[in-house]
């Protein structure tokens, strides 16, 4: 139920890796990893500006018979509605809305291996934006499941009517890496079309530096909202 993985992938030389990271997402990486590393994790990180020397690319490019690839235009409130949970990956691979959603998944927190169970139940997800908020409602028949997205916090933005949602993490376990992924949301009349793209750069075991890019094409075909269908109701999980 993790982030997913796109292939073909392939590794290449450092200078490769940084045009597909570029060079902001890289400095403001290597930032976000010596403010963590001031925050207590290992101070090693902050050699990441020297020691970047490869790493790896993994592409996903938006398939053909999907129609014209979306583009940047109209209103974000189109976003909000009731989508499947389940939809499928530009390479045919079965994927979960609501686990590329929600940042829980990937935290440290203990509530995320109850969460995993919850959402592996979600049948429906529904996305309402109000203002500078963007609920996400994960919903299945003994299950409801919210969380919210804060723009004033940075957590998302509206790009020409395009929903944008970004998250940094980091990990100081066997790898030191900072990542940053970005989630396109675009809706057409039929589709919720997501692309979640996004790098990370840091260190190994035995201080070997590592980087990377992804991206990733998924659509999730649109349903009738819960609540319009009389579905919700008492008993479920908040």
Known sequence: ?????????????PAQVLRGLRLPGIVSALRFVRVASAGGASPVSVTLAVLIVGGCVSVEHYPSSWGAQPTAGGQCASISGAY??????????????SVWLNPTLRSNSPERFQLGKDLA???QVELDLKSALLYVTAVGP???R???????????QCRDGVIR??????DNDIVILANKDTIDLYRTQDYLLVNSHGGGAGLAIVVV???????????????VS?????????????
């Open 1 to 13: 139920m993790g982030t997913p993985h796109p292939l073909p992938r392939h590794c290449s030389p």
């Open 84 to 97: 499947a949970d389940n939809g499928t990956r530009a390479d045919g691979t079965a994927v979960r809305l």
């Open 121 to 123: 139940q979600a049948q």
């Open 142 to 144: 003994n299950i409801r």
């Open 146 to 156: 919210e969380w919210t997205f804060d723009s004033s916090e940075g957590q998302f």
């Open 165 to 170: 949602i970004t998250r940094w993490s980091l």
């Open 209 to 223: 530096p590592v980087a990377g890019y992804s991206s990733v094409w998924a659509r999730f075909p649109v349903r």
């Open 226 to 238: 819960a609540t319009a269908a009389g579905s919700s109701g008492s008993g479920l999980l908040q």
